[in-house]
Antibody, heavy 121, light 107 residues
Framework: EVQLVESGGGLVQPGGSLRLSCAAS????????MDWVRQAPGKGLEWVGR??????????EYAASVKGRFTISRDDSKDSLYLQMNSLKTEDTAVYYC????????????WGQGTLVTVSS | DIQLTQSPSFLSASVGDRVTITCRAS??????VAWYQQKPGKAPKLLIY???TLQSGVPSRFSGSGSGTEFTLTISSLQPEDFATYYC?????????FGGGTKVEIK
């Protein structure tokens, strides 16, 4: 069974940093591209970014709203995905979900339960 | 960036109703569209991908259609468990974008 478990959320001051983790199990993590998506309280879904697999050089894509501040990485030896968030703004407050793409497509049938990040002074 | 406009943003319907949600893209996205269902406090659930392909395990009352710039999600007979918010998503180009959502509530 595919499982994705996010952790690392919490309260952080504006300008601060936080690192989210996503622990994967039930599939061959190294084969798959992975996404981060977020949802601000009471708002819709917003795609944050993507990391490809080793075969595609671990390249990344980002939304304009986080580019230059957020970094997606992965450790295939630990079956883990990360989201390093720097220079946090109040508008980054959201539940952050990690998702696993289907092989060969951009569709995401598997998501974690989410972790809440609150940016506030 | 490709903008996705969903309509309506809110829909009130009864059990057994046929419901149609529209998603319009600001430029062509081929058939690279997915539809998700989300319930409060839960992760999104993939319903439809490639505009019209039903994700495994999703009831057949859900269907999708469209290509280019206009897409629809149809629920043929609304069930109590279908009351939720629905989002379209385009994967044609980066950045990937979502529609604003359609909340389906009980009439």
């Amino acid at each position: 069974e595919v499982q994705l478990v996010e952790s690392g959320g919490g309260l952080v001051q504006p300008g601060g940093s936080l690192r989210l983790s996503c622990a994967a199990s039930g599939f061959t993590f190294s084969d798959h591209y992975m996404d981060w998506v977020r949802q601000a309280p009471g708002k819709g879904l917003e795609w944050v970014g993507r990391i490809r697999n080793k075969a595609n050089s671990y390249t990344t894509e980002y939304a304009a709203s986080v580019k230059g501040r957020f970094t997606i990485s992965r450790d295939d030896s630990k079956d883990s995905l990360y989201l390093q968030m720097n220079s946090l703004k109040t508008e980054d407050t959201a539940v952050y979900y990690c998702g696993r793409l289907n092989t060969g497509s951009g569709y995401v049938p598997y998501w974690g339960q989410g972790t809440l990040v609150t940016v506030s002074s | 960036d490709i903008q996705l406009t969903q309509s309506p943003s809110f829909l009130s319907a009864s059990v057994g109703d046929r419901v149609t949600i529209t998603c319009r893209a600001s430029q062509g996205v081929s058939s690279l569209v997915a539809w998700y269902q989300q319930k409060p406090g839960k992760a999104p659930k993939l319903l439809i991908y490639a505009a019209s392909t039903l994700q495994s395990g999703v009831p057949s009352r859900f269907s999708g259609s469209g290509s280019g710039t206009e897409f629809t999600l149809t629920i043929s007979s609304l069930q109590p468990e279908d009351f939720a918010t629905y989002y379209c998503q385009q994967l044609n180009s980066y950045p990937i974008t979502f529609g604003g959502g359609t909340k389906v509530e009980i009439k």
